[in-house]
T-cell receptor, first 113, second 116 residues
Framework: AQSVAQPEDQVNVAEGNPLTVKCTYSVSGNPYLFWYVQYPNRGLQFLLK??????LVKGSYGFEAEFNKSQTSFHLKKPSALVSDSALYFC???????????FGAGTTVTVRA | EPEVTQTPSHQVTQMGQEVILRCVPISNHLYFYWYRQILGQKVEFLVS????????KSEIFDDQFSVERPDGSNFTLKIRSTKLEDSAMYFCASRTRTGGRGETQYFGPGTRLLVL
């Protein structure tokens, strides 16, 4: 069965600094990987996905993620974080043979001014 | 931009009561999902629905749960006799088709269910 792990419960960065949220995956076959963000009292908002192609994926709000097959990772990055990026971030994976998403535990990002 | 909507945003019920959570998926979407998130835990898959039938369901989705698409727009999750452990945030999601942009599931804002 597919799974993802987010090793950090919390990430704290200063505004303007680079932001990285880590995710590693475990699937049989080629993975379909997703990042979602959840703001307080809001639903899960789609940020970006990797299906195939370039290992660097660009998404919404200036976020990007790098797919690394040898390290089985799909880390989310933003070159310059904003206070408004403070939220809960979820990595998710879909096995190619299975359409349900399996989510990580989530990482709370706090960007201080 | 089209969005998935869910009602109610909050629901409080007594143990043993039936609840129906409602979702309106994005209008041209064909695949529908329910997930739930117990407070402090992961988002978990419950069920997927396509062409008026369940495609897949998790172990959580037992006989107390059912889903229905009663008309062309609504997608509902019914819990027949709620238990304390059903307290969670329930998310509806939908997507268009297989492949490419159709791979993305779009989520609603959730219904927070509290069973007392």
């Amino acid at each position: 069965a597919q799974s993802v792990a987010q090793p950090e419960d919390q990430v704290n960065v200063a505004e303007g600094n680079p932001l990285t949220v880590k995710c590693t995956y475990s699937v049989s076959g080629n993975p379909y990987l997703f990042w979602y963000v959840q703001y307080p009292n809001r639903g899960l908002q789609f940020l970006l996905k990797y299906i195939t192609g370039d290992n660097l994926v660009k998404g919404s709000y200036g976020f990007e993620a790098e797919f690394n097959k040898s390290q089985t990772s799909f880390h989310l990055k933003k070159p310059s974080a904003l206070v408004s990026d403070s939220a809960l971030y979820f990595c998710a994976v879909r096995d190619p043979n299975d359409y349900k998403l399996s989510f990580g535990a989530g990482t709370t990002v706090t960007v201080r001014a | 931009e089209p969005e998935v909507t869910q009602t109610p945003s909050h629901q409080v019920t007594q143990m043993g009561q039936e609840v129906i959570l409602r979702c309106v998926p994005i209008s041209n979407h064909l695949y529908f999902y329910w997930y739930r998130q117990i407070l402090g835990q992961k988002v978990e898959f419950l069920v997927s629905f396509y062409n008026n039938e369940i495609s897949e369901k998790s172990e959580i989705f037992d006989d107390q749960f059912s889903v229905e698409r009663p008309d062309g727009s609504n997608f509902t999750l019914k819990i027949r006799s709620t238990k304390l452990e059903d307290s969670a945030m329930y998310f509806c999601a939908s997507r268009t088709r297989t492949g490419g942009r159709g791979e993305t599931q779009y989520f609603g804002p959730g219904t927070r269910l509290l069973v007392l």
